[in-house]
Structure formats: structure tokens, C-alpha cells
């Protein structure tokens, strides 16, 4: 089963364009394994597009926190740790606003760690995506 399948009905109910209160209550009503697919895969996406910087830079950077869970929920805890260390360089609380996060760069060590993980945890990411698409998925 491809976790695709689990992303895409919900594809154009979430905005991550527009405030933080808006993604957040469009986001809730999602299920939450579709809730931990989708953060997750807009991170990978903006990631091996751009890197970190990108994603935090662009509008995407809004659902870090869920992303951060999602990454736990696939099994993949050390790319969400990395997630983390990485957000911690915006101080708390996270900015969830774009404004926030445009100031702060990820260092290169932390970017990399992170694409890295993406590859190589539980298989990389698509295998955890699928793997928990099909244990989880209905």
C-alpha cells in the first residue's frame, strides 16, 4: 500500500498558507495516521527539494511540531530528534508564523544529519511511510 493513498483525500483540506490557528484546526480534522503521513510528507518533499532551510523558509515550516510527531509515529525517532534540535535554533516557543523562521538558518551538520535519516531510518522514508500506511491505514 502506498501511504499515498492515505495523504491524498486530505491533500487540498489542509492550508499551510495561512495562519497558525487555520492550519491547526483544518490539520485536527484530519485522522491521525493521515495527520502523521501528511506532515511528514511535506517535510521529506521541501527536504530533498531544498533542505531544511527551505522548509523552514517556506510556508511548510508551519507544521514542524506535527512533522516532529509523525516522524515518532513512522518509526523514525532519530530524524525527529534531529527535527527538533533543528527547531530549537528558533527558540521557544517555535515560531509557527512564517515571519519567525525567515531570520534563522539550520547549521550544516543538522541539515545533513537530517537528510541523511530521511534515507536510512527504518529504511528510509518512503518504506516508513508505506509500512505504516499499511499497519495503520483502514
Known sequence: MSY???????WDMVSIYGSA?????QFA???????HLYATHWTQSEVQNGGLGQFFDNSTGILAPEAVAGFRALGMPQAAAALVEAMNQF???YPREREGREAVTPSAPIENQFAELLETEAGGFWDAADR???????
Open 91 to 93: 527558540g521557544d516557543p
Open 132 to 138: 505504516f500506511a499499511e499497519n495503520h491505514g483502514s
Open 21 to 25: 490557528d487555520e492550519f491547526t484546526r
Open 29 to 35: 480534522g484530519l485522522p491521525i495516521v493521515s495527520q
Open 4 to 10: 499515498w493513498r492515505l495523504v491524498e483525500p486530505y
